[in-house]
């Protein structure tokens, strides 16, 4: 169909990069970091390329690449894109360059590092494209390693902590999606092949203990309450290029494999469990906020907003509406662009002031006006305003979810008072009021925002405006697909 | 009438087993290794008898690979011992535990 | 607004949008290049000419309007802008219309506005963030008239959603003083509790209609069965209670006084705050249909009314004398909306819409007129340090006292037109005790601005001696001067009788007003009604006089004072509302979180998941012994195994 | 009859030897004890016609690898002596109980399994008029020549290796 491999090539254009920064001596920081933003942006422009080759009237997987991997157990390597994993890839390749250009200043292992970033880009990636089981998986457990290093040699004081309890939460939750993925296996006909598996006609009974094997999984990823505590400290404690992924990216994959994989492989389940997931969604949201607001340590508070936010997301994919379904997508790479952006700032704020305590912290609006100015926009954006892209994926979610689960979605309508409360209170504490900072080199400290961190910034706060006022390419792109998902589940209804 | 094939298995399972309590119940590295080298050369005996058996070279063959096996196998164990003796001045192999949790 | 055009032959002419986009793109422009354009009047001048141009545009709009024939339903121009979001069903587009009730807010918004801003280009002539000062009026102006041209329900909560933004933004302008931040995040949060409210309001909305098109929904609004016929209308209701700041959520406005004065007048008195009554009175067709959200609506206005003015009375500083009154006003039309639902009266909407236009007039005036006040005192704000202004403020004073008899409804002033419209139409309904509350807080109205006339222009100076009062610049005292005129003769321009333009405009949205015989419910005629209002505020304006400009005014306050100091404290202080608030949900919602974060998440949850990482660790500590490094009792174990096999399969073969 | 006389007689000596090389308390006497096993499993080889495994038996086990042993031996303090006390509690008597109950296992299986293969060809050899040693040559360059020369690797990794391991450090 496709005379050039642009997924693989976009998939591989970061490990090449890597491969190729292995081999540079080691005191060439600057062509190191400049070698990894290439290939990053190399990865960027093909992930772009696929979004203009894509086609927004097919639902299903398209610039699909299928070589046989282990022949004699059926797997093979198989990807493709569709309208929900397309803007996941997007959203990996845009996020990863600005990681790269926000860890300029990253001084320990300039080497090691950047490998690291690029190797787990790959491996990113590779989750959202794969359509292969075991595929997926070797991705799924790839990307940990790296992650892992990231916490665990350049994160904060806790890291060590912090880097263990992400790895072997996620890990355990994976066995039993591993287990689960055999089990499948052999019901499924001996084949990991995605598109054969889909509608495999298993018996109800087993989908439930499949559904809840892969449900041990994602529901660790997203993470649903209350599997969720190893999120605070890992992004807390890694450095601000890992937390921008972390919460950019790494959450999304568990309820971007819900919407892959657990729905449309076990509908039964899907159908019986959805209720479940919305009200699971729901404490989320309304537990995450809760606690945010009382968080002493910035960072940590944008932390505990993923819990909230990403609730959002299971909700409108526990309503199993297809606009609830649209809505939870378009915020995935909404929570993607903000709260990814409010972790850059963050990161920059901690390498003036050294501190990320919010009560050390006062007035800095004062001397960093633009930096307040841009703070507050993503802070908006977080918070739902309309206008930004928030807005748009969260009335989508609720209204869809109203539907089938009008309760759920009331008392996740005040999820949006929350996120009001715990950022506008946050930005009074750190932004405004009076300065309480030494007079000494106030001004070297505090400089405003730079040109580089303007040119990592930019494109996000563009992307947030772009998205609030005009959502329609990602929906008519994101719908066709989910429609295909839910139809699919729906259909099965009994 | 020849000897029944049984009875040479016997005698190997016996040497095997001889071999293994050895290895138990000695605390000389060296003499653990000579049980060692008396077990596979049971299994020697083993591969012969059945190779009659068979009526084929295959169980030849294997034990020839399992010579070069063994001699492979002595030459570097009996360089560790000696490297170990070296150290510790002992070849009891219960003062040897040190890799361990 | 990325695609302004109009697509596809839609009856809305193509600069439609460009009312809400100039000004918009104005904030863009002031707030990306706030540097460049920061010098001197420019940002002033840049802005006022954005929201200067909006005003021609809807003017054009308004002639257009006019000029159009058919029937009075269909005298609209209505269309989409371009399609916003579009996912499972729903359709949403950034649909616009004009109609009467539309014409008459854009009107206000941009003819008030553009007086404002360039108000503000004195008031705001020595502050060092002039450019983003009028980046955020434009953002606030282009919100609002997104706000009232929307023909969409989430159109219309973009725009509710922005302005409380824009309020946020222009409350804590001065961010570095830290009442200014809270009061600027309180405000936000309040109104977010109302939009919350709103929000759920719309979903079930959708979720009853399939859209939230204006036409449709209302159309069919009468389709509604059983609890969702009230639920609907309270749901919008409690948006609308807290963008306009009626009990109880309105504690954000008195707060609100900490942003810059044309803020005030422009946010928090003409435009913002009446978006409740506004949105009331365009969704009224829901209010219609239940009885209970009718009679909510009048009995929160009129409560708010007389609250709010028995607070207004005892506060010293000039500008929350001025919110008080806001809210206690707002208390007014939101009264008339719900009598007017309630009763299916078209003369109550017209007369709500017509107080908020009056409204609008003379408390811009009077807010622009504090402003200016403080403008000559060097920002003070208590009156009791003022008096005798009048003398060295003589055309800030002359306005002001213009915008005072007009709230006081002294004829032929516009206040008059309208209070009387909203007092008289509540009493000719028959709703009696409502009348008998708007009529208690029409008095105090009468007090407390008198008050506050006599305290700041009249009397002796009380300010200290190195303030040397002056006029503010023409800039400034030039729209109070538009102001005033507008406040002195629009109430007969508009709405003389009831068959003045007002009533007339608005026939097409609301009914046609049927000249039924009035049952007069103490046999009052209308004039003597009238009579009755104007007698309550000559009666409050001489109690005033009394207390605060009369000889012995002194000791007879005194004497209040001493016997009435309890009761005086609690009700200046809003009747410790705040206090209330904060012991009933700040507490106990900090509390919960301190709870859920400290003890439960950290103890409960991640002690769960550390205690069995710990357990682990402990058992494995005790398993790792096993290894004990001796080679002996490792092939032993292995001989154990093996054995244990080999009985195994000795067992299985037989 | 010959044939079983060879047979008791090697198999006693094989099975004694063994039991000796386990039992006593000196190292060299242990590895004499072991060659001498050695041998007898030779004569057990050559009577089944295994005369090229019968000829290695000799040449590398009881010759190369016991020389090897006994070098060993000597080099480590030949005079040691293991003593009594078993430290490992318990070991001795559950090392001798495991091998009691192997014995019984293996004498139960030896005598009640036949494998119905009564009459083989005494002192066997390939069916072919080649002699043993032929073919097994053929066998092991033809059909196993990669893995043969795989051996070789083998041999030289552990030879290498034995040197590292062995040789002493040069710094002072």
């Known amino acids: 169909m496709n005379s050039i491999p642009l997924l693989t090539l976009t998939l591989f254009a970061p490990l090449a990069g890597a491969a190729l920064i292995a081999f540079t001596p080691k005191d060439a920081g600057k062509a190191v970091r400049l070698i990894a933003f290439a290939a990053s942006l190399g990865s960027f422009v093909g992930s772009i390329g696929v979004l203009l080759i894509f086609d927004s009237a097919e639902a299903g997987f398209q610039l699909v690449e299928k070589v046989n991997w282990i022949p004699s157990s059926g797997a093979s390597y198989h990807v493709g894109v569709d309208g929900i994993s397309l803007w996941m890839i997007l959203l990996t390749t845009f996020l990863t360059p600005i990681s790269i250009l926000a860890s300029w200043n990253v001084a ?59 790895f072997v939460y996620t890990l355990a939750g994976s066995l039993v999606m591993l287990v689960a993925i055999a089990v499948l296996y052999f019901i499924g006909g001996r084949t990991f092949d995605l598109t054969e598996l889909y509608g495999a006609g298993i018996p109800a009974g087993t989908q439930y203990w499949l559904f809840a094997g892969f449900f041990a999984s994602f529901a660790i990823k997203v993470p649903i309450f209350p599997f969720h505590t190893w999120l605070p400290d890992a992004h807390t404690e890694a450095p601000t290029a890992g937390s921008v992924l972390l919460a950019g990216v790494l959450l999304k994959m568990g309820t971007y494999g819900f919407l892959r994989f657990s729905i449309p492989l076990f509908p039964d389940a899907g159908i019986r469990f959805a209720p479940w997931l919305a009200v699971l969604g729901v404490i989320g949201i309304i537990y995450g906020g809760v606690v945010s607001i009382v968080q002493r340590d910035l960072k940590r508070l944008v932390a505990y907003s993923s819990v909230s936010h990403l609730g959002f997301v299971l909700l409108g994919i526990g309503a199993l509406t297809v606009m609830g379904t649209t809505g939870s997508v378009l915020q995935m790479v909404n929570h993607g662009l903000s709260t990814g952006a409010l972790f850059l700032l963050v990161g ?46 969260e009335f989508l979610i609720l209204n869809g979810a109203f539907g089938p689960i009008p309760l759920l979605s009331i008392i996740g309508a005040f999820g949006i008072l929350l996120s009001a409360i715990y950022l506008l209170w946050a930005y009074e504490r750190v932004f405004t009021g009076e300065e309480r900072l030494p007079e000494g080199d106030r001004r070297s400290i505090w400089r405003d925002v730079g040109r580089r961190e303007m040119a990592l910034l930019a494109p996000l706060l563009v992307a947030i405006l772009f998205i609030g006022i005009y959502p329609k390419p990602l929906l008519e792109r994101i719908e066709p697909s989910v429609q295909r998902v839910i139809e699919s589940v729906q259909g099965n209804r009994r | 009438m020849s000897v029944p094939a049984e009875w040479y298995l016997l005698v190997s399972a016996l040497l095997f087993i001889t071999g293994t309590v050895g290895v138990l119940i000695r605390r000389n590295v060296i003499v653990m290794f000579m049980c060692i080298e008396l077990m596979l050369n049971a299994v020697n005996l083993t591969f012969v008898t059945f190779d009659r058996m068979m009526g084929g070279l295959a169980g030849q063959i294997a034990v020839f690979f399992v010579l070069v096996v063994a001699a492979a196998e002595v030459v570097v164990g009996l360089a560790i011992i000696v490297s170990i003796f070296r150290r510790r001045a002992s070849t009891d192999a219960d003062q040897v535990s040190l890799l361990k949790w | 607004m990325v695609r302004l055009a109009a697509q596809g032959g839609t009856e809305l002419p193509g600069y439609i949008p460009l009312i809400p986009f100039f000004p918009m793109a104005g904030a863009l422009l002031l707030l990306l290049f706030r540097r460049s354009i920061g010098r001197g009047r420019w940002a002033g001048i840049v802005a006022s000419s954005v929201i200067g141009s909006s005003f021609v545009l809807t003017l054009m709009a308004v002639g257009n309007l006019m000029t159009m024939t058919g029937a009075p339903e269909e005298r609209t121009l209505s269309g989409p802008a371009y399609e916003w979001i579009a996912a499972g069903g729903l359709n949403v587009a950034m ?9 008459v807010m854009l009107l206000i918004v941009t003819g008030v506005g553009t007086l404002i801003h360039v108000y503000s280009i004195g008031y705001m002539e020595h502050d060092e963030r002039k450019a983003t000062y009028f980046g955020y009026l434009n953002l606030f102006a282009g919100s609002m008239l997104l706000l009232v041209l929307a023909n969409n329900f989430l159109v219309l909560y973009v725009g509710w959603e922005l302005v409380g933004l824009c309020s946020y933004l222009l409350i804590s302008f001065w961010y570095f003083k830290p009442e200014a931040a809270a009061a600027g995040k309180k405000a936000f949060l309040v109104n977010r509790i109302g939009d919350v409210g709103f929000l759920i309001g719309i979903l079930l909305i959708y979720a009853h209609f399939g859209t939230l098109d204006f036409d449709e929904v209302f159309a069919r609004a009468t389709e509604l069965q059983g609890a969702i016929v009230t639920a609907i209308p309270l749901l919008l209701f409690v948006g609308a209670v807290g963008k306009s700041a009626q009990v109880p959520l309105h504690v954000w406005l008195p707060d609100a006084m900490e942003g810059p004065t044309p803020v005030s007048a422009l946010i928090h008195a003409a435009t913002m705050v009446t978006a409740g009554v506004y949105m009331v009175a365009r969704t009224h067709v829901f ?25 207004a009375c005892l506060q010293d500083d000039i500008k929350r004398v001025l919110a008080y009154s806001t809210i206690s006003q707002l208390g007014f039309m939101f009264l008339a909306v719900g009598v007017g639902a309630l009763s299916h009266s078209p003369v109550a909407y017209a007369a709500a819409i017509f107080h908020l236009v009056t409204h609008a007039f003379f408390k811009a005036l009077l807010f622009l007129g504090a402003g200016s006040v403080m403008h000559a005192l060097e920002g003070e704000t208590n009156m009791k340090k ?11 004073g002359w306005t002001f006292i213009v915008g005072w008899l007009a709230i006081l409804g002294i004829p032929p002033l516009s206040g008059f037109f309208s209070k009387d419209a909203i007092l008289v139409s509540t009493y000719e309904e028959g709703w009696f005790l409502l009348w008998l509350i708007a009529s208690a807080a029409a008095l105090l109205t009468a007090f407390y601005m008198s008050r506050q006339v006599f305290l700041v222009f009249f009397g002796k100076s009380r300010s200290s001696e190195d303030v040397h009062p002056h006029e503010s610049p023409s800039i400034m005292t030039g729209p109070l001067v538009v102001l005033a005129g507008l406040a002195a003769i629009s109430g007969m321009w508009l709405g003389l009788t009831h068959a003045g333009p007002i009533f007339r405009l608005l026939e097409p949205l609301f009914g046609v007003h049927e000249e039924a015989g009035t049952e007069a419910f103490l046999g009052i005629p209308e004039a003597g009604l009238v009579m009755i209002a104007v007698a309550l505020s000559v009666l409050g304006m001489f109690l005033a006089w009394r207390l605060y400009l009369a000889r012995g005014g002194e000791e007879r306050r005194a004497a209040l004072q001493e016997r009435w100091s309890g009761l005086a404290s609690f009700v200046r202080s809003g009747y410790r509302l705040d206090a209330l608030y904060g012991a009933l949900f700040v507490w106990p ?18 002690g769960a998941v550390n205690g069995l990482a710990v357990s682990i660790g402990r058992s494995a500590e005790g398993v790792r012994r096993v290894q004990s490094g001796l080679v002996r009792r490792y092939v032993m174990a292995m001989l154990t195994g093996a054995v244990v096999l080999l009985a195994l399969f000795i067992a299985r073969a037989n | 009859m010959i044939d079983a006389s060879v047979f008791l007689l090697a198999a006693a000596l094989a099975l004694g030897s063994g039991v000796a090389m386990v039992l006593v308390r000196n190292a060299v006497h242990a590895a004499l004890f072991l060659v001498a096993s050695q041998l007898a499993l030779a004569v057990l080889f050559l009577i089944q016609g295994a005369f090229f495994i019968a000829a290695l038996q000799i040449i590398v086990y009881a010759g190369a690898i016991m020389v090897l042993f006994v070098f060993v031996v000597m080099l480590l303090g030949v005079d040691k002596r293991e003593s009594l006390i078993e430290p490992l509690r318990f070991q001795r008597e559950i090392g001798v109980g495991l091998g009691v109950l192997l014995i019984v296992a293996a004498l139960y299986l030896g005598v009640g399994t036949s494998f ?39 041999l030289i990794v552990a030879v290498v290796g034995t040197m590292v391991l062995a040789k002493r450090r040069l710094r002072s």
């Open chain 3, 287 to 311: 209010f219609e249909a239940s009885h209970t959200a009718a009679l909510t609506v009048a009995t929160i206005g009129a409560v708010t009314a007389l609250f709010a003015a028995t607070v």
């Open chain 3, 386 to 396: 003022m008096g005798g202004l009048i003398k060295t403020l003589p055309r800030t």
């Open chain 3, 95 to 103: 649909t616009f219309k004009v109609d009467a009730l539309t014409a």
């Open chain 4, 116 to 154: 119905a293969v009564a009459d083989l060809p005494d002192s066997a050899g390939p069916r072919s008029t080649e002699g043993n040693v032929e073919a097994v040559a053929r066998e092991l360059f033809t059909h196993w020549a990669l893995p043969f020369e795989i051996t070789s690797v083998l």
């Open chain 1, 348 to 393: 920059m704020l901690y390498e003036r002031a050294h501190t990320r305590k919010i009560a050390d912290l006062s007035g800095v609006n004062r001397m960093m006006p633009v930096f307040g100015g841009i703070f507050l926009f993503v802070a908006l954006s977080s918070l739902g305003l309309p206008g930004l892209n928030g807005f748009v994926g």
């Open chain 3, 589 to 606: 919602g900090k509390t919960i979180a301190n709870v859920a974060a400290y003890a439960f998440d950290v103890r409960v949850i991640d």
């Open chain 1, 108 to 166: 320990k292992k300039v080497k090691a590092f950047h490998i690291v970033i690029l190797i787990l880009e790959t491996g990113m990636l590779g989750v959202f494209m794969a359509l292969d089981l075991l595929l997926f998986y070797v991705f799924w457990e790839g990307m940990l390693i790296p992650m892992y290093f990231m916490i665990g040699i350049w994160g904060y004081e806790r890291r060590i902590y912090a880097a263990v309890k992400f």
